[in-house]
């Protein structure tokens, strides 16, 4: 019965005929809709949403006003040209194209900033078009930067921005931490995170420099990146105490801790690892360690 319904109906519409003035076109010879455009963020904007520092993420960002709290504020809003912006895709990170692409946000960011931003509690996160988006024609890349709360890396909620967070008394300055987790036999916290605190206040953690290892290829396990960040941050950890390394290396009493580059950091040719100085968790100091020389810890 549905059967002989159903070809009833396509005979009856076989039969009928068009109105006059009706041409049988529904699109009436109306132009396509444009492409979808996707905006680039602006410099200076601020943008909402977790993040933690050396990830890959291409989650949403939400724009929202400097003065509410915010995660992240674009420092730099860039183009690919040329025959990057001709190939299918995105440039990968490793890609030339995507190293100057970085190179140029770092120095937008600490120009932005007043200073390196490396030398912050601070991570410059770099993102390029996704493969939607790249389809659709967009080819710029931004770059924002957001501050953290501690050696994870995790993004901090702020107000305000943070343009010249690194000038003047400098705001925004990595200095000073305070550890808490297991203690090792030697008395010093081992795998513990590290929460920013002001140096007049009782710390075991302060920051001491950088360290850029060559280029090369990524070290192949966790214990080969330490070795490469430990053998670096010795003599950082040395000309900031004011000693010799050999003098370093005898101490008992300090130690180095190192924040070192993901994979994606470093194959976008970020390879700076930062170096800290630590001090038994037994005996935290307040003030700075700068220049302490051979003398021992503060009490």
């Known amino acids: 019965m549905a059967a ?19 041409d049988g076109d529904l699109t009436n010879n109306w132009s396509a809709f444009p492409a979808a455009k996707v905006a680039a963020p602006t410099v200076g904007q601020c943008l909402q949403g977790d993040l933690l520092a ?5 989650s949403p960002r939400v724009p929202i006003d400097c003065a509410r709290a915010h995660t992240l504020e674009v420092v730099y809003v860039g183009h690919f040209t040329g025959p990057a912006a001709a190939a299918a895709a995105p440039p990968t990170r490793d890609s030339a194209d995507a190293r100057a692409a ?20 601070l991570y410059l996160h770099y993102a390029e ?32 921005s943070l343009k010249g967070g690194l000038s003047g008394d400098q705001p925004l300055a990595m200095r000073c931490f305070d550890q808490q987790g297991e203690i090792d036999a030697d008395g ?36 080969a990146m330490n070795r490469l960040a430990f053998a670096g941050c010795v003599p950082v950890l040395a000309g900031f105490l004011g000693q010799s390394v050999n003098a370093l290396t005898r101490r008992t009493d300090v130690r180095e801790v190192t924040w070192s580059p993901t994979e994606d950091q470093w194959r976008l040719g ?5 170096c800290f100085v630590t001090v038994p968790a037994k005996h935290p100091v307040r003030g700075s360690l700068k220049l302490l020389g051979g003398r021992p810890l503060p009490a």
Not at 102 to 121: I, K, S, T, V
Not at 192 to 204: E, F, K, N, R
Not at 270 to 274: A, F, G, H, M, W
């Open 54 to 58: 050396g990830t890959v993420d291409d």
């Open 4 to 22: 002989a319904v159903l070809a009833g109906g396509l005979l009856a519409l076989a039969g009928c005929a068009l109105p006059p003035g009706v």
């Open 102 to 121: 970085f190179a140029e946000c770092g120095r937008a960011a600490n120009d932005y900033l007043g200073g390196d931003w490396h030398d912050g509690r």
């Open 270 to 274: 970020d390879r700076t690892v930062s």
């Open 188 to 223: 010093f916290y081992t795998d513990a995170d590290a929460v920013a605190i002001g140096c007049d206040q009782q710390h075991t953690v302060e920051y001491a420099g950088k360290y850029v290892p060559p280029d090369g290829p990524y070290p192949a396990t966790e214990e």
């Open 129 to 160: 078009p996704t493969t939607t988006q790249w389809q659709g024609g967009a080819r710029f890349f931004s770059c924002s930067v957001f501050e953290v709360g501690s050696l994870v890396g995790g993004s901090l909620g702020r107000t305000g």
